[in-house]
């Protein structure tokens, strides 16, 4: 099977080639890690940054090459307007550092829900992320960020533009797709021979069992993305399209064609080259299996799929969505934690986490009790608009179907 297809699609980045030089290393003092990376310039010289050490399915863990840029990374947006379900949004706020714990706050500006509300509020709206900082202390640390406008006595604002592209990338790997999604499970079920050599799991019978470690919370992934990546990159891939770690994704296929979809991240890989004459015979044994548990609690995942004696629209297979990852991260915030760095030496080997947060789970949380019961039947109009979900009971007797939000709908804070 040809695991590569087009994408084509419009992304989200962050624009900040062309930030004044005080104003980048404010930025990079704000969010450690998420422009730069040890061995690249840092936001304060005085200062030791504890930062992760990769990106994502960067594959450079396992290569003499650096990691991949920043300007490489991007949010899918679900059409040309822009919409990425304020994915960017988390994504920026996961690298803030311990300075801004529960003070600070970011929104899409551009967003067309946020326009009226943001005008009202006194933001100048536009493609633009707004940062709300609840502490006047924070001033004098990163005032070099802009100031937009002081609120009350105790609080200021600045905002951070971004810019959205249309691409066409041929040969990427899109885990949107459900025809790629059982080619990522069948190739890298047991790792990828002879390089990587992945501990055996009888849980993974899916795609969406792997999930846990590839959404894991930890800042830049861990050594099984790193491995991903480098094989993908490998293979001749130029992009991989993945579920974001920080918000809820959900696909909507309708007659095996992608209708909808958010919560996903680009990463780009063309025009870099990766692997050395001495890294080509490197082997990775990886003692990790994939339904390792996760940092956050109460996830669901819900699948389109047939199970046995079960009835389902064949049209409908192949949608999918998790629940909980973003209400997960908005706790977390809200109760002090923080993913980012310390203003200290050192490397960041962890999430950290205010004591007493759970960190571990008996059993896999991507699965409830009712969840295995339950399949989400996602059905689409003649005119390719999707309709509203329907969600079918499959515990036995007739279908108790339940109207709800239309599938595609943009996930959104409250």
Request: charged residues 25%.
């Given at each position: 099977?040809q ?13 900040s080639s ?28 005085q ?7 990769r990106r994502?399915?960067?594959g450079?863990?396992?290569a003499?090459?650096p990691p991949l840029?920043?300007?490489?990374y ?6 040309a ?7 960017l ?5 996961a690298?803030?550092?311990a300075l801004t714990?529960g003070?600070?706050?970011i ?9 009226l ?6 933001w ?5 992320l ?7 202390a ?9 100031v937009?406008t ?11 533009d ?5 691409v ?8 949107r797709l ?5 080619w990522f ?6 790792g990828?021979?002879?390089f ?6 009888a ?21 099984a ?5 480098r ?6 891939a130029?992009a991989?399209v ?9 696909a909507i ?10 919560g996903?991240n680009l ?10 004459d001495?890294?080509?015979?490197m082997?990775?044994d990886?003692?990790?299996?994939w ?5 956050w ?6 699948v ?19 629940r909980?990852?973003?209400d997960?991260?908005?706790r977390?915030?809200q109760q ?13 080997t962890?999430?950290?986490?205010r004591?007493g ?11 409830s009790?009712?969840a295995p ?18 969600r079918v009971?499959?515990?036995g007797?007739p279908a108790?179907?339940?109207r709800?939000?239309a ?6 804070d409250?």
């Amino acid at each position: 099977m040809q695991p590569f297809s087009t994408f084509r699609a419009t992304v989200k980045r962050l624009v900040s080639s062309g930030l004044e030089r005080e104003r980048l290393l404010a930025f990079r003092a704000v969010f450690p890690g998420f422009l730069g990376l040890p061995g690249e310039a840092r936001g304060r010289a005085q200062r030791a940054l504890a930062q992760p050490g990769r990106r994502r399915y960067s594959g450079a863990l396992f290569a003499v090459a650096p990691p991949l840029s920043r300007a490489r990374y991007a949010s899918v947006c679900v059409d040309a307007s822009g919409e990425d379900g304020e994915g960017l949004c988390r994504e920026l706020r996961a690298y803030a550092s311990a300075l801004t714990r529960g003070k600070l706050y970011i929104g899409d500006l551009g967003r067309a829900e946020s326009t009226l509300q943001g005008r009202r509020g006194g933001w100048s709206v536009g493609k633009r992320l707004g940062l709300h900082f609840d502490d006047l202390a924070l001033f004098d640390e990163f005032q070099a960020l802009g100031v937009e406008t002081r609120v009350g006595r105790n609080a200021w604002r600045t905002h951070l533009d971004y810019a959205l592209e249309d691409v066409c990338i041929p040969d990427t790997v899109d885990l949107r797709l459900p025809d790629t999604q059982e080619w990522f499970f069948r190739t890298f079920r047991h790792g990828f021979e002879p390089f990587w050599r992945k501990r055996a799991d009888a849980g993974v019978q899916r795609f969406h069992d792997m999930l846990p470690t590839l959404m894991t919370a930890e800042l830049g992934g861990n050594a099984a993305t790193d491995a991903v990546g480098r094989v993908l990159r490998a293979l001749g891939a130029r992009a991989f399209v993945y579920p974001s770690a920080r918000s809820d994704p959900d696909a909507i296929v309708h007659r095996g064609t992608l209708r909808a979809a958010v919560g996903f991240n680009l990463v780009e890989f063309q025009g870099v080259s990766l692997l050395g004459d001495d890294e080509q015979h490197m082997v990775f044994d990886d003692p990790e299996p994939w339904s390792t548990s996760v940092f956050w609690p109460r996830l669901r995942c819900e699948v389109a799929e047939l199970g046995k004696g079960e009835e389902l629209p064949r049209p409908f297979l192949g949608s999918w969505r998790l629940r909980g990852v973003r209400d997960a991260h908005e706790r977390f915030w809200q109760q002090g934690g923080h993913l980012g760095a310390e203003y200290d030496a050192g490397e960041q080997t962890a999430v950290r986490a205010r004591p007493g947060l759970p960190r571990t789970f008996e059993r896999s949380p991507w699965q409830s009790e009712r969840a295995p019961r339950t399949r989400e039947a996602v059905p689409a109009r003649a005119d390719d608009t999707p309709a509203p979900s329907t969600r079918v009971d499959v515990s036995g007797g007739p279908a108790n179907v339940q109207r709800e939000r239309a599938p595609g709908a943009p996930v959104t804070d409250r």
